[in-house]
Each structure stands twice: as structure tokens, then as C-alpha cells.
């Protein structure tokens, strides 16, 4: 099984790379979507938007030029608020910069840096492994820098970034996302906050889709 870093490591040569020049690569990114956070209130508003989205595609059971360019839009507003890896080597990086910089306002509990970063290097990668089995577009691993109503950085979510493609119908989508939510628990990893209920989201719109072809 082929892992987002190993195919990213097929596309450049091992001579160009250089630790330090991707250390200030991943500080340059961070600091520019911490520059951009991206508001509560309009997250949960997109999230509103592709849920939406999602319902209309399921019910007609196909995509048009107006809703690819829509969900395209949704991602794009997300992905200016995100600092991206490319790689889970750039990942580690970031996490292990993110751990060090805001400690217990991303993390949480008792954890240290140094396990939180472990953990969820983990979880995420058991996410992108099972992405690339069912076929999924990658995008990176990224994260993304969220305000609140004053203008502080009220939490920043790392995860994965991955596209269905836009040839399959919905069962196929529904049925790929889920075993990608599922992937930490494949590989005996607990899930981690939110997981739990984007895979309830995924089951409902399956529950939709099952009642809309009966």
C-alpha cells in the first residue's frame, strides 16, 4: 500500500530536497493561514452549503457544471484559511511546529505536544492510506486556522484533504467516504473528535439515498 509520501517522493529527486528549506516552507504557510483564519459562523454556513449539495446530488445521482463549481468554490474558501501539506514527511513538520507554537489551545487535555503531533499523524495518515485505496483525488493534509466573533484564533482543526471523483454516482461516493472515515479504526487507532460524527452524517445520507431508490 502506496502512502501519500512514498507516491510525492516518486515525483521529485531525493538530491532537491532539504529539511531546512521545508521547515521555513511549512512556518511560511502556517503563518499565512493564520493571517487568514476563516470565521465560526461562515464555517458552519459552507458546511450548511455542502451538505445541501450533497442532498441535491443524491437525488438526481449525478453532477452538474453548477454544482462542481460550487463545491470547488466551498473547498477553495476552506483551503485559503489552511496551511497544506503536500506529504506526511511536510506533515510532521507542521504538526510538530503547531505543537510547538499554540500547545494546549489546539491540543487539549494532558497530552504532550510530542504525543498529540504522534496521534495524529496516525489518524490522519490511516485516513489518506484508505483514500488512496478507494481511489479519492489527494489534495494534502492541511490546517485550517479558525476565528471567533472578536478576530482571535479560536481553534485550528488539522485533517485530510481529498476529493471523490466526479465520475462516480452516489452510491459509490457514499459508500468510499465512509470507508474512509472508518480508516482509523482499520488500523486500530481510536477516532479522534469529530469523526464520530461525520461518519453518522455519511450514514444518514446512505439512509437517504437507500429510501430514495425504493
Known sequence: METPENLVNKQAPDSGFSLEKMRAE?????????????????????EAELSKLTDDFIRIGSRDAGQISSEDAVENEILKSS????????FKEMLGQLGATYGDAIKGGNESAEKWAEDLLAHENAHANVAQETGHEWVGYGAVFIK???????????????????????????????????????????????????????????RKYDVGRK
Do not use: C
Not at 31 to 45: G, M, T, Y
Open 83 to 90: 496551511a497544506v501539506a503536500d506529504n506526511i514527511v511536510e
Open 148 to 206: 471567533d466573533e472578536a478576530g482571535r484564533i479560536s481553534s485550528i482543526q488539522p485533517l485530510h484533504f481529498t476529493k471523490p471523483k466526479l465520475e462516480w454516482g452516489p452510491r459509490e461516493v457514499i459508500e468510499k467516504n465512509i470507508g474512509v472515515t472508518q480508516a482509523p479504526e482499520k488500523y486500530g487507532i481510536n477516532f479522534r473528535r469529530g469523526t464520530s460524527s461525520s461518519l453518522l452524517v455519511m450514514r444518514k445520507n446512505w
Open 26 to 46: 511549512i512556518s511560511t504557510r502556517i503563518e499565512q493561514a493564520r493571517n487568514n483564519p476563516i470565521a465560526e459562523a461562515r464555517l458552519v454556513e459552507l
